[in-house]
Nanobody, 125 residues
Framework: QVQLVESGGGLVQPGGSLRLSCAAH????????IGWYRQAPGKEREGVSC????????YYRDSVKGRFTISRDNAANTVYLQMNSLKPEDTGIYYC??????????????????WGQGTQVTVSS
């Protein structure tokens, strides 16, 4: 079955850290740009960070710059999102998705279609 599986979410206090993983099953993600997206309750899904096939190009939304780092291990068929200095406004369900084309556009315009289950991130004291 072809799918991306997100994991690593949890409950963390403000200022804490989490590392999310996006593991590909049934296909090789080394052919795709991979993006991380999040959706907070009552809000639309938004792009958080995206990474090119060779990891040479990355994009971050302004609110996470300097705090989040996206990386990929194509040998492990996995993309990661290291999240530091977490804030309550980072709370949401985090999803990953594959794509092609432009890294920035993929983050600014989340892809349509089906999504996985995501992983819940809650930042609260």
């Amino acid at each position: 079955q072809v799918q991306l599986v997100e994991s690593g979410g949890g409950l963390v206090q403000p200022g804490g850290s989490l590392r999310l993983s996006c593991a590909a099953h049934g296909f090789n993600l080394d052919r795709f740009i991979i993006g991380w997206y999040r959706q907070a309750p009552g809000k639309e899904r938004e792009g958080v960070s995206c990474i090119s096939v060779g990891a040479g190009t990355t994009y971050y939304r302004d609110s996470v710059k300097g705090r989040f780092t996206i990386s990929r291990d194509n040998a492990a068929n996995t993309v990661y999102l290291q999240m530091n200095s977490l804030k309550p406004e980072d709370t949401g369900i985090y999803y990953c998705a594959p794509g092609i084309g432009d890294v920035q556009n993929m983050c600014i315009y989340p892809p349509s279609g089906s999504w996985g289950q995501g992983t819940q991130v809650t930042v609260s004291s």
